[in-house]
T-cell receptor, first 115, second 114 residues
Framework: AQSVTQLDSQVPVFEEAPVELRCNYS??????LFWYVQYPNQGLQLLLK??????LVKGINGFEAEFNKSQTSFHLRKPSVHISDTAEYFC?????????????FGTGTRLKVLA | DVKVTQSSRYLVKRTGEKVFLECVQD?????MFWYRQDPGLGLRLIYF???????EKGDIPEGYSVSREKKERFSLILESASTNQTSMYLC?????????????FGPGTRLTVL
């Protein structure tokens, strides 16, 4: 079975500083990996996803993530954050082949960007 | 633009009441999902539907049921609401069951059961 761990429940960072939100997964099969963002009082929206190919994935709003198979990680990064990036970020994993529909979501990381 | 709407943003109900949460998507998606979101627990799947009148249990179906009479509409029903069902409920849809597909989420319904 797959699982996802987001060790940091909250990450405070100053505006224009870089940020990394950590995500580790466990799976015995190939996986697809996703990052979703939830702005206050809104639903989740997709930031980026890794399906195959290049391990560096670029998403919306200047975010990127790197798939590291040996470390089973998919950390999210942004070189310079804005106040508007304040939100909750969820990492998710699915099986990389047919057989199950399920997303497994992490517990979320609340990013707080400080002025 | 893709859209998933939920009937209420905030709902307050009393213990024992029957509660209906409605979700509508305008993307002609096959699949629709109901999640529950609680602090520190992330999103947990309650039920999903892969076609009209078809449904499958997720990870936490106890105390809930669902209905999908039309492709665009997916309802979550709390037969007898309890205080431990106070939570944020998120509806989502996806094009088909391929797991590489993005899920599109509604804005959520914050339900409080007193």
């Amino acid at each position: 079975a797959q699982s996802v761990t987001q060790l940091d429940s909250q990450v405070p960072v100053f505006e224009e500083a870089p940020v990394e939100l950590r995500c580790n997964y466990s799976s015995s099969v190939s996986v697809y990996l996703f990052w979703y963002v939830q702005y206050p009082n809104q639903g989740l929206q997709l930031l980026l996803k890794y399906l195959s190919g290049s391990t560096l994935v670029k998403g919306i709003n200047g975010f990127e993530a790197e798939f590291n198979k040996s470390q089973t990680s998919f950390h999210l990064r942004k070189p310079s954050v804005h106040i508007s990036d304040t939100a909750e970020y969820f990492c998710a994993v699915t099986r990389g082949n047919s057989g199950t529909y399920k997303y497994i979501f992490g517990t979320g990381t609340r990013l707080k960007v400080l002025a | 633009d893709v859209k998933v709407t939920q009937s209420s943003r905030y709902l307050v109900k009393r213990t024992g009441e029957k509660v209906f949460l409605e979700c509508v998507q305008d993307m002609d998606h096959e699949n629709m999902f109901w999640y529950r979101q609680d602090p520190g627990l992330g999103l947990r799947l309650i039920y999903f539907s892969y076609d009209v009148k078809m449904k499958e249990k997720g990870d936490i179906p106890e105390g809930y049921s669902v209905s999908r009479e039309k492709k665009e509409r997916f309802s979550l029903i709390l037969e007898s609401a309890s205080t431990n069902q106070t939570s944020m409920y998120l509806c989502a849809s996806s094009f088909n069951l391929q797991t590489y597909n993005e899920q599109f989420f509604g804005p959520g319904t914050r339900l409080t059961v007193l």
